[in-house]
Nanobody
Framework: QVQLQESGGGLVQAGRSLRLSCAAS????????MGWYRQAPGKQRELVAV???????TYGDPAKGRFTVSRDSGENTVYLQMNSLKPEDTAVYLC??????????????WGQGTQVTVSS
């Protein structure tokens, strides 16, 4: 059973930094991508940053230039370094593991989420 455990969220003032971590357990397959999404109240879930199995990173627009995703493949752990945080970054940050089957179907696993609140 795949489990994703996020940590590192909290309350921080605007302009400060936070580092999120997500450890995946129960992985018995090749992870095609691992990373972070976020969801703010009343808004759709959006991409923050992901890294695929080849090390290529993809960032959502709000994260570009401020956030950095990294991964410890040997430990199935992904990190999100968030700098210069803004109040609009306030959201629940969700860890994601993507599995792509040989025939192309994708299945996503999600963590419970960690709250990040940025005060002005």
């Amino acid at each position: 059973q795949v489990q994703l455990q996020e940590s590192g969220g909290g309350l921080v003032q605007a302009g400060r930094s936070l580092r999120l971590s997500c450890a995946a357990s129960g992985i018995t397959f090749r992870i095609s991508a691992m990373g972070w999404y976020r969801q703010a109240p009343g808004k759709q879930r959006e991409l923050v940053a992901v890294m695929n199995s080849g090390g290529t990173t993809t960032y959502g627009d709000p994260a570009k230039g401020r956030f950095t995703v990294s991964r410890d493949s040997g430990e199935n752990t992904v990190y999100l370094q968030m700098n210069s945080l803004k109040p609009e970054d306030t959201a629940v940050y969700l860890c994601n593991v993507a599995r792509t089957y040989p025939w192309g179907r994708r299945y996503d696993y999600w963590g419970q989420g960690t709250q990040v609140t940025v005060s002005s």
